[in-house]
């Protein structure tokens, strides 16, 4: 099975809300047949630009990172899903490729091959 | 009335000493048999040429005397020819040519089987030898792709091993509250700087 990353960004919420949206997600995700790998919190952080999504505009947002196993099939839907979800600031799923592409040198020290959105990393 | 006559159709003596330039004869060309005789020729009695008898005689004579020579020097060249061939066929010396014939034919034939089975076993050598070789690579391309499907199942095996100890760490409906206080606890930075020389600064400030 393909393997993709879902990069999630939620509203800036307490605690508990926030743990309550992400078990909804992950619960989705696995009522649509995914196998969850692992949850990565990225801290919560200024967003570049102010989103507005739902009605709401953001300036403040909590980053995520789901990787996970399923199948090509659902992904419309579950992005369907995300966007409706009035939590979910901006819902992205990228594919994860196992194979570090050519033309990199070999990394000297540690070097994280996740491709994030350009717009995540520098704020 | 006269026609030209030449080729096969005519004697050699004809041929070789005719009377005039051109070989003529007679032939019955714008008359036919039931015209009247012309008027100039009314009277006229064919006679043969005259023959003088002592003349006659010698000639006959002479001729007789070489028509039995030329015959005579004719049969004897027969025979001569007949003899020759005789004698090569039934002759002395014919039945010693053909026991040689024989023998060497023989012997020949003994030389020829010789080489023959010197080429035979130098060729079953040889097609064993190829037999022998193309088997012993058969093997080894056998022995090859055996190896390659090996290495193949290993190298899946491994992956397989790598992802069921993987497995272990995925989130399930019970991990799934533990691992979400886990994550909200601990943050993950990706973010770091780094410079001509490789040196790697982990360090960011996490706004």
């Known amino acids: 099975m393909p393997r993709y990353e879902l990069s999630l960004i939620l509203k800036a919420m307490q605690r508990p809300e926030t743990a309550a949206t992400l078990r909804r997600t992950v619960e989705t995700l696995m009522e649509r047949g995914a196998v969850v790998r692992g949850l990565e919190n990225l801290g919560e952080r200024l967003l570049p630009y102010k989103i507005t999504k739902h009605n709401q505009r953001h300036s403040r947002g909590s980053y995520f990172l789901v990787d996970f196993y399923a199948s090509p099939n659902i992904l419309t839907g579950l992005l369907n899903h995300l966007h409706r979800d009035v939590d979910v600031v901006r819902p992205t799923v990228l594919k994860k490729d196992d194979r570090v592409p050519s033309g990199f040198a070999a990394p000297i020290q540690e070097m994280h091959c996740v491709k994030l959105p350009s717009w995540t990393l520098f704020s | ?207």
């Open chain 2, 1 to 207: 009335m006269f026609q030209v006559i030449g080729g096969r159709s005519v004697q050699a003596s004809r041929l070789l000493a005719p009377r005039s330039a051109v070989l003529v004869e007679a032939v019955r060309g714008r008359k036919s048999r039931t015209d009247p005789v012309a008027k100039s020729k009314e009277g006229r009695i064919k006679t043969p040429p005259p023959v003088d008898p002592v003349e006659m005689v010698v000639l006959k004579e002479r001729f007789s005397e070489y028509q039995l020579l030329m015959k005579s020097l004719r049969m004897a060249f027969k025979e001569e020819v007949l003899r020759k061939k005789y004698e090569e066929e039934t002759g002395s010396r014919a039945e010693e040519r053909a026991r040689e014939e024989e023998e060497e034919h023989r012997a020949l034939m003994a030389l020829n089987d010789q080489e023959n089975l010197r080429m035979l076993r130098l060729r079953i050598l040889r097609v064993q030898e190829q037999a022998e070789k193309a088997q012993r690579k058969k093997l080894k391309v056998l022995l090859k792709q055996e190896q390659g499907q090996q290495k193949f199942l290993k190298e899946k095996e491994k992956e397989i091993l790598q992802l069921q100890e993987d497995a272990k760490n995925f989130i399930t409906l019970e991990n799934l509250d533990q691992r979400i206080e886990e994550a909200l606890d601990n943050p993950k930075n990706y973010n770091f700087a780094i410079d001509k020389e490789g040196q790697v600064v982990k360090q960011t400030i996490l706004q």
